[in-house]
């Protein structure tokens, strides 16, 4: 797997050459026509005090490697919202998930749910971008990214009407986060340099996160079950990609999903998790 480092580098060259039949001036004017974007934020937190599902469209995965051909991507996308999916996760990074803009373009043209861009963004081109193509959210990776840079992409995001999931794996990632004005701060369970999934990261993470942040509990959901649990540490959303693209029937896993999200012995209250870390130490992870 390449270094934060090295998908930086290659990150940025791709752009730069996408920017040479694109420049930034016209891909502005593309995204000020698109149509308004929704409101990610409220439907990822549409079920309170329970946990909504986004489903997530890819082809490959660094770990598990080729997963589906997926040829209508518009058609899955159909079949999450038909399971209950509140907003569907669209990956458009080619190299390691052979997802497509095109792909993007598909879920967009097929369904009316708030949809996320997710890529290894990090420039502003890449945030008009999004906007051009339709998108209502965008990933940004805290551990990808300077502080500094994070600030500004997020502001960027939201001064376009769009919301960032900025994706954490510590503490201290989810601080920034926070810093950065994140709206919605997804905690992912999987260890991106050893794909080892930890579905204890959500619980060691969310009383960091103040109570009006929307918390979304990124990968490693294999069922109900998974999703249940993570509604029980608190989490408001749950992302879940490769069961859904390998499952022969996604609708009707989608629906067991959200049905075990909505049961009646969850009731996880984040405001009383939450507590204010004054008193932990700066370096801490
Ligand atoms: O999915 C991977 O194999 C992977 C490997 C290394 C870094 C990131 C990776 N996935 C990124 C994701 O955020 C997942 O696509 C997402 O959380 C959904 O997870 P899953 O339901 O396990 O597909």
Known sequence: MLTYAEIYKQTQAEVSLRQTTMPLEELKEKARKAPSPKNGAAALHSHPGFVAVM??????????????????????????????????????????YLG?????????RAVEVPLLRK???????????????????????????????????????????????????????????????ARI????????ETGAVDRSMCEQIIDVIPPDITVVAESGVRGPRDVFDYARVGADAVLVGESLVRSPDPRSLLRKMTSAAQHPAL????????????DEKEGEA
């Open 119 to 181: 890529e290894y963004v990090v420039t502003p081109y890449q945030i008009h971008e999004s906007r051009a193509l339709g998108a209502d959210m965008v990933l940004l990776m805290a551990a990808l990214l300077e502080p500094i840079v994070l600030d500004l992409l997020v502001e960027r995001t939201q001064s376009l009407g769009m919301e960032a999931l900025v994706e954490c794996h510590s503490r201290l990632e989810a601080r920034q986060a926070i810093q950065a004005g």
């Open 55 to 96: 489903g997530e469209i890819k082809r490959r995965t660094p770990t598990a490697g080729f997963l589906d051909p997926i040829e209508d991507p518009g058609e899955l996308a159909r079949e999450y919202v038909a399971g209950g999916s509140v907003a569907i996760s669209v990956v458009t990074e080619t190299p390691n």
């Open 100 to 108: 497509t803009l095109d792909d993007f373009r598909a879920v967009r």
């Open 267 to 278: 009731r996880p209250d984040r405001a009383s998790r939450y507590r204010h870390h004054t």
């Open 185 to 192: 701060i997804g905690i992912n369970a999987r260890d991106r």
